[in-house]
C-alpha cells in the first residue's frame, strides 16, 4: 500500500469515527452517513488546512473568533507555561493572579464606569449570565416586579435555556418550547427591508429605537428589566445600527429603569476595530457580554462586565450574586487572554481594522453587480451579502429555493473552491464574513473572487 493510499484510510477511517461518536453542534448528522466529515487539522494565519492537505481561507474566523490568526505560537506558550504554574483554581470566594489581571484589563478597556468582570466560559453563559444579574439587581433595589427582557426580532444570543428565550429565532426556539418566560421581541435595524423610513437613515434608527419604548410602555415599565442587544447584528446578516439608534435606546433605558446589555460576543476585541462594539457607535451600556475573540479562540473564557452602579447593591452587607461556572476565568484561558491582548496592542489590531475596513467593504460591494446580490452590509471585518431572486423588488427565496440554493449548492460549493465561510438563512439567505483581523487586500480579493465565482453559477442554477 502507498504511503498516499495509507492516509486515504486512515483519513476515511477517521471521518467514519466522527460519525459515530463526535455530535456535532448544529450540525445534520445524517447527511454525514455516507459521505466524509471535513475535518480540518491546522491553521496558519488566516488560513486552515484539512486532512487532505487542501488549504481554505478562513473567512469565518473559526466562528467569528481567530482575531489574531492560527498558528501563533505565543499563545500556546501562554496556555503552556501558566498550566504548569497553575492549571486550574475556582474563582469561587477564592483569586488567582491571571483572573484579576485580566478583570483589570477588561475593566481598563471597557468604557464608563464597567469596571466589575464576572467570569463565563462562553458567550451564551455571559448572556445567561446579564439576565438573571439584571433581575437579581432589581430585586436588590427594590423592583421585585422587574424581570421581563427585550431584544430583536432574528438575533442570536445564545443557547442555554434564558439566552435561548433571548434569541429571536422562531426555528431555534420551538424544539426546546416552553422556554424562560419574559422574553419579548422588537424589531431589528436591517434598513434593506425597512417597513418604514427606509430611504431616510435617521429616521429609520429613531423609528427602530422608539419600538423599544413601545414595547416597554406595552408591558409596563415596572416589568421590565433589561434590553439586550448586538452592537451589529449577527443573526440575518450583520445589520449595523441606524445613526443615532443607541443613543435614543439609551434615553429610553436611562428614563424607564431599565438596563442596557450590549452583547458583544462578536462583537468586541477588534471585529468592528474597536475593543468594545459599544466604543463605535458611541454609547455606554449598563453590562457587556463577551467572549470568543478575548482569546483568539486559543482556550474558552467569556465575561460580563458590569457597571459599578449595577455592581453596588452586591458589594453590601451579606447580598450575593447566587451564580457561577467551574470554569469561569480559567487560570489557562485568562492567561492565554492576557498574551492576546499584548497582541492587540503590539500589532495595533484595531487600528489595522479601522484602516482597511473601508477596503474591505468597497471589495465586496464589487459583488453588486451580480443579480443575485441584494445587499452588501456590515462594519469593520463583519459583513453580510444577502442574496435576493429579484434584485428590483428585493424578492427573496422560499424556503425550498434557500434549502437548495444555500445548503444544496453555495454552502458547500464556496468550501470546495476554498473558503469557509457561512451562508445562512436564519432570516433572509446570507452569506456572512468574518476573516481574522491580520486580513488585507489580498485576503479581500481572494474572498470576493471565490463568492463571484460561485454565486454566478448559484444563478445559472435558479
Not at 213 to 219: A, K, N, R, Y
Not at 264 to 275: D, P, Q, S
Amino acid at each position: 500500500m502507498s504511503a498516499d493510499a495509507g492516509t486515504e484510510t486512515d483519513n476515511a477511517r477517521h471521518s467514519k469515527t466522527a460519525y459515530d461518536h463526535l455530535w456535532m453542534h448544529f450540525t445534520r448528522m445524517a447527511s454525514y452517513e455516507n459521505a466524509p466529515v471535513p475535518t480540518i487539522v491546522r491553521g496558519e494565519g488566516a488560513y486552515i488546512y484539512d486532512d487532505q492537505g487542501k488549504r481554505y481561507l478562513d473567512g469565518l474566523a473559526g466562528l467569528f473568533v481567530v482575531q489574531a490568526g492560527h498558528g501563533r505560537a505565543e499563545l500556546a506558550e501562554a496556555a503552556r507555561k501558566q498550566a504548569q504554574e497553575l492549571a486550574f483554581f475556582p474563582v469561587w470566594s477564592y483569586a488567582h493572579p491571571k483572573a484579576i489581571e485580566l478583570a483589570e484589563r477588561l475593566a481598563h478597556y471597557a468604557p464608563g464606569d464597567l469596571n466589575k468582570v464576572f467570569f463565563t466560559t462562553g458567550g451564551g453563559e455571559a448572556v445567561e449570565t446579564a439576565w438573571k444579574l439584571a433581575k437579581q439587581y432589581h430585586k436588590l433595589t427594590g423592583n421585585h416586579t422587574k424581570y421581563k427582557v427585550i431584544s430583536r426580532a432574528v438575533a442570536y444570543h445564545g443557547t442555554p435555556q434564558g439566552a435561548l428565550s433571548i434569541t429571536g429565532l422562531p426555528a431555534l426556539k420551538a424544539p426546546y418550547e416552553p422556554l424562560v418566560p419574559g422574553a419579548h421581541k422588537v424589531p431589528n435595524t436591517n434598513i434593506y427591508r425597512a417597513p418604514l423610513h427606509g430611504d431616510d437613515p435617521d429616521a429609520f434608527g429613531r423609528w427602530a429605537a422608539d419600538q423599544i419604548e413601545q414595547e416597554i410602555l406595552f408591558e409596563g415599565p415596572e416589568t421590565v428589566a433589561a434590553v439586550f442587544l448586538e452592537p451589529v447584528q449577527n443573526a440575518g446578516g450583520c445589520f449595523p445600527p441606524p445613526p443615532g439608534y443607541f443613543q435614543r435606546v439609551r434615553e429610553i433605558c436611562d428614563q424607564y429603569g431599565v438596563l442596557l446589555v450590549s452583547d458583544e460576543v462578536i462583537c468586541a476585541f477588534g471585529r468592528l476595530g474597536t475593543m468594545f462594539g459599544c466604543d463605535k457607535f458611541g454609547y455606554v451600556p449598563d453590562i457587556i457580554t463577551c467572549a470568543k475573540g478575548m482569546t483568539s479562540g486559543y482556550s474558552p473564557i467569556g465575561a460580563a462586565i458590569v457597571s459599578d452602579r449595577i455592581a453596588e447593591p452586591f458589594y453590601k452587607a451579606d447580598n450575593t450574586f447566587l451564580h457561577g461556572y467551574t470554569f469561569g476565568g480559567h487560570p489557562v484561558s485568562a492567561a492565554v487572554a492576557l498574551a492576546n491582548l499584548d497582541i492587540f496592542e503590539r500589532e495595533g489590531l484595531n487600528q489595522h481594522v479601522l484602516d482597511n475596513e473601508s477596503a474591505f467593504h468597497s471589495t465586496l460591494s464589487r459583488l453588486n453587480d451580480l443579480p443575485i446580490v441584494g445587499d452588501v452590509r456590515g462594519n469593520g471585518f463583519f459583513y453580510g451579502i444577502e442574496l435576493v431572486k429579484d434584485k428590483a423588488t428585493k424578492e427573496s427565496f422560499t424556503d425550498e429555493e434557500c434549502e437548495r440554493l444555500l445548503y444544496g449548492f453555495v454552502s458547500k460549493k464556496l468550501y470546495e473552491n476554498g473558503l469557509y465561510c457561512r451562508a445562512d438563512d436564519r432570516g433572509d439567505p446570507v452569506i456572512q464574513l468574518s476573516p481574522p483581523l491580520i486580513a488585507d487586500q489580498a485576503t479581500f480579493d481572494e474572498i470576493e473572487q471565490i463568492v463571484r465565482s460561485v454565486l454566478t453559477e448559484a444563478w445559472q442554477k435558479i
